[in-house]
């Protein structure tokens, strides 16, 4: 029974999200608090689960791990989501208010409806831009800081280069008429989610859930060590896409990280991206000293 109630912890912990938002009045949904409030209390339940029912000692969490993990989840929170919103949001509602483009049968749908809808739009998007990372050399340099983690926990969703951040955050929501309280829903289920995907738990939840949304299981097998290991279940919450798309893989992984697992610093990680650039200024300057021979 014990077994049973941490395996159905993800599952529990979405359905009170969904019913937080479906009859939360309107003063919260409108308070741009209430999301991180949301956000917050999720990541805090989960990394005291992890104190509890940990899954690998190896996975631990340090004061260096935990500090370098707020980091980053405070700078999702306010610059990646300031600039996804000035970038990329703002550009698509000018584009459709001057196309003259609405969309008002969207807020009519059933308020579950709506979520289901943001969830699969933006799980979609971040479904191919997250295959596309790891496909195409220049996009993998972004992403592959995230890789380079060693460990996973609550909080290892949110680390990464900026400018992957940047790229995985962006949607075509804005394009839609939802409702604002299912929009912030969706996002909480997702956000929360990906917490448990990353986190260091010992719960699998049963086939309801685990069929449409991504585990730790999935995920893990995703961070293990060989790259072309890490070419499956590219689902950033609902793994459904990757069974759709033949990019599921079953399996699991206690081991993760890549090349030497070797951690990043914040800096390295931020740098990472441009080593081929730096590696060929180096290059160059190098074979420009050196003396010409006879």
Same mark, same amino acid.
């Given at each position: 029974?014990?077994?049973?109630?941490?395996?159905?912890?993800?599952?529990? +912990?979405?359905?009170?999200?969904?019913?937080?938002?479906?009859?939360?009045?309107?003063?919260?949904?409108?308070?741009?608090?209430?999301?991180?409030?949301?956000?917050?209390?999720?990541?805090?339940?989960?990394?005291?689960?992890?104190?509890? $029912?940990?899954?690998?000692?190896?996975?631990?969490?340090?004061?260096?791990?935990?500090?370098?993990? @707020?980091? =980053?989840?405070?700078?999702?929170?306010?610059?990646?989501?300031?600039?996804?919103?000035?970038?990329?949001?703002?550009?698509?509602?000018?584009?459709?208010?001057?196309?003259?483009?609405?969309?008002?049968?969207?807020?009519?749908?059933?308020?579950?409806?709506?979520?289901?809808?943001?969830?699969?739009?933006?799980?979609?998007?971040? !479904?191919?831009?997250?295959?596309?990372?790891?496909?195409?050399?220049?996009?993998? @340099?972004?992403?592959?800081?995230?890789?380079?983690? +060693?460990?996973?926990?609550?909080?290892?969703?949110?680390?990464?280069?900026?400018?992957?951040? $940047?790229?995985?955050?962006?949607?075509?929501?804005? $394009?839609?008429?939802?409702?604002?309280?299912?929009?912030?829903?969706?996002?909480?289920?997702? /956000? /929360?989610?990906? +917490?448990?995907?990353?986190?260091?738990?010992?719960?699998?939840?049963?086939?309801? !859930?685990?069929?449409? $949304?991504?585990?730790?299981?999935?995920?893990?097998?995703?961070?293990?060590?060989? =790259?072309?290991?890490?070419?499956?279940? !590219?689902?950033?919450?609902?793994?459904?896409?990757?069974?759709?798309?033949? +990019?599921?893989?079953?399996?699991?992984?206690?081991?993760?990280?890549?090349?030497?697992?070797?951690?990043?610093?914040?800096?390295?990680?931020?740098?990472?991206?441009?080593?081929?650039?730096?590696?060929?200024?180096?290059?160059?300057?190098? &074979?420009?000293?050196?003396?010409? &021979?006879?």
């Amino acid at each position: 029974m014990k077994k049973l109630a941490v395996d159905l912890l993800p599952p529990a +912990t979405v359905a009170v999200i969904v019913l937080f938002w479906a009859f939360a009045p309107a003063a919260l949904v409108t308070n741009p608090w209430t999301m991180v409030a949301v956000t917050s209390l999720v990541t805090a339940f989960v990394l005291g689960l992890e104190l509890v $029912f940990e899954r690998h000692p190896g996975w631990r969490m340090d004061r260096r791990e935990f500090l370098t993990d @707020l980091f =980053y989840m405070v700078l999702n929170a306010t610059v990646i989501s300031q600039a996804s919103h000035f970038l990329a949001e703002e550009p698509i509602l000018a584009a459709k208010h001057s196309l003259g483009i609405a969309t008002p049968w969207a807020e009519h749908l059933p308020f579950l409806a709506q979520v289901a809808m943001v969830i699969f739009l933006v799980e979609f998007g971040q !479904y191919w831009m997250h295959r596309l990372m790891h496909n195409s050399t220049p996009f993998w @340099l972004t992403h592959a800081p995230h890789h380079h983690i +060693t460990q996973l926990n609550a909080m290892k969703g949110a680390v990464g280069n900026p400018i992957e951040l $940047f790229l995985i955050s962006l949607s075509v929501v804005a $394009f839609f008429d939802f409702q604002l309280s299912a929009e912030l829903c969706a996002f909480s289920v997702t /956000a /929360a989610i990906s +917490t448990f995907n990353h986190a260091n738990v010992r719960s699998d939840p049963p086939l309801f !859930y685990s069929f449409f $949304f991504t585990t730790i299981r999935h995920h893990s097998l995703h961070h293990s060590v060989p =790259y072309e290991d890490t070419r499956c279940n !590219y689902g950033n919450s609902l793994i459904l896409i990757d069974r759709i798309f033949g +990019t599921y893989k079953e399996g699991e992984a206690s081991i993760v990280g890549q090349d030497e697992r070797k951690r990043l610093s914040i800096v390295e990680q931020w740098v990472f991206p441009f080593r081929p650039l730096v590696a060929m200024i180096k290059d160059r300057r190098t &074979g420009s000293s050196s003396p010409i &021979g006879n």
